[in-house]
C-alpha cells in the first residue's frame, strides 16, 4: 500500500536549519509530484513546498521562499524539504503529501519546534 513516511524534526533555534526527508513506497515514485505542508496549532495547514516528478519544476509560497527548498531523488524515492534561517513561526507539524488517481495520501507528519 502506498506509505509515506516523514522524518528530520526536532527542536532547533532561531536561524538554524532542519532537512526533512519523505521516504514514499507502495507506488512508482518517480512518476508523480510531491507536497511539503506544515500546520501549527489552531491554524490551518498550508502548503510550503511542490515538486514534479521529475523535479523540474518547483514552488514555494513567499513565507518560505528563499529560506525551505525541495528537492527529490528518484533512486531512494525520497523528498526532501531544507530549511534553513527557521524563525518560530516555522514551528509546526510538517507533512508529506502526494497525489494519486485523484486520492491524496499523507505522512503521518513530522513536529518542527524553532525555539531558543
Known amino acids: 500500500q502506498v506509505r509515506l513516511v516523514e522524518s528530520g524534526g526536532g527542536l532547533v533555534q532561531p536561524g538554524g536549519s532542519l532537512r526533512l526527508s519523505c521516504a514514499a513506497s507502495?507506488?512508482?515514485?518517480?512518476?508523480?509530484?510531491m507536497m511539503w505542508y506544515r500546520q501549527a496549532p489552531g491554524k490551518e495547514r498550508e502548503l510550503v513546498a511542490t515538486?514534479?516528478?521529475?523535479?523540474?519544476?518547483?514552488n514555494y509560497p513567499e513565507s518560505v521562499k528563499g529560506r525551505f527548498t525541495i528537492s527529490r531523488d528518484n533512486a531512494k524515492n525520497t523528498v526532501y524539504l531544507q530549511m534553513n534561517s527557521l524563525k518560530p513561526d516555522d514551528t509546526a507539524m510538517y507533512y508529506c503529501?502526494?497525489?494519486?488517481?485523484?486520492?491524496?495520501?499523507w505522512g503521518q507528519g513530522t513536529q518542527v519546534t524553532v525555539s531558543s
Open positions: 503529501k502526494t497525489l494519486l488517481w485523484g486520492r491524496e495520501y
Open positions: 515538486i514534479t516528478s521529475g523535479g523540474r519544476d518547483i
Open positions: 507502495g507506488f512508482t515514485f518517480s512518476n508523480y509530484g
